[in-house]
């Protein structure tokens, strides 16, 4: 079992027996919410990436990627040799380097969200790896394509839409024709028939019918029950459910958080060959 963004939304709504139009507003929170509780819990390798850049001579500074949360390893190229560099403190790094002095980079420390800085500063354009822990597309960023007929003006990339009878919105990711768009999956249905505007161009349009939503990410294939009940914890906090109810999704969340940290400690990150076989005790 695996769930979309919109089965999710579906199910949550029916453990709850809820459909009221606040709390559906809110499922993408619950859904995110329970996201970062996991990626905060435990150590997937599906949390990590890698990324490759250059350094730029005579630039203490190295980009950060957009979706960073922490360094596994930052290394160079030099020479055809591949070098590690050392995470310091920035502090250390400015009294390390004072002058600024060029060189081939030793130490490297997050200056701000933006930027690492490299000591000493590169004196050449070196090729660069970072491996890094980052947070994930989030299944409340699903898309799926949209088809309107009776269209007056243009819409445009990036623009939100607006249902004028369901008052649902959401982002046009991309205009693929004149009639059909990719949208985020809105967490209300946009409901055909319907005429939507976009915020933006002032382009209005009528509903025709969406694509099925046939998105999924590693957590709601391999984690789904995970995924649903740290979201019901967080949809039973918003309506201030019964305390036994919650407590049970808590119990419910806790086990599968538990089975998942194993697979993360003994499965994923194992060699057999090395450690041999986990065995029952």
Excluded: C
């Excluded at 499922?27 to 730029?56: C, M, P, Q």
């Excluded at 980079?105 to 000493?120: C, W």
């Excluded at 940290?261 to 065995?279: H, I, M, P, S």
């Amino acid at each position: 079992m695996s769930y979309t963004y919109t089965t999710l939304k579906t199910a949550i709504q029916e453990w709850t027996e809820n459909s009221e139009t606040t709390f559906k507003n809110n499922l993408s929170f619950f859904i995110k919410n329970a996201e970062e509780k996991i990626l905060k819990e435990v150590d997937l390798d599906y949390f990590r990436k890698n990324v490759t850049g250059t350094t730029t001579s005579g630039n203490q500074f190295l980009a950060v990627p957009s979706d960073y949360l922490a360094s596994f390893s930052l290394s160079i190229t030099n020479s055809s040799t591949k070098e590690f560099l050392l995470q310091k403190d920035v502090n250390f790094l400015q009294e390390f380097n004072p002058a600024s002095a060029t060189g081939v980079p030793k130490y490297y420390s997050l200056y701000d969200y933006q930027n690492f800085i490299l000591s000493p500063v590169p004196n050449d354009a070196y090729a660069a790896e970072l491996h890094y822990f980052y947070r994930p597309d989030s299944l409340t960023t699903s898309k799926f394509v949209l088809t309107v007929n009776s269209v007056s003006g243009t819409f445009v990339d990036a623009e939100t839409i607006t249902g004028g009878t369901s008052g649902t919105t959401t982002t046009i990711s991309e205009v693929l024709t004149t009639t059909t768009m990719r949208i985020v999956i809105p967490s209300n249905d946009l409901a055909v028939g319907e005429t939507i505007t976009g915020g933006t161009s002032g382009a209005t349009g009528v509903v025709v019918s969406t694509s099925a939503d046939a998105t999924t990410t590693w957590v709601s294939d391999n984690a789904p029950n995970t995924l649903l009940y740290g979201s019901l914890i967080e949809a039973y906090t918003f309506m201030k459910g019964e305390t036994d109810m919650l407590q049970l999704y808590i119990a419910r969340y806790t086990e599968s958080i538990q089975s998942l940290k194993k697979y993360a400690d003994e499965v994923e990150n194992k060699d057999a060959y090395r450690e041999g076989l986990t065995r029952a005790k």
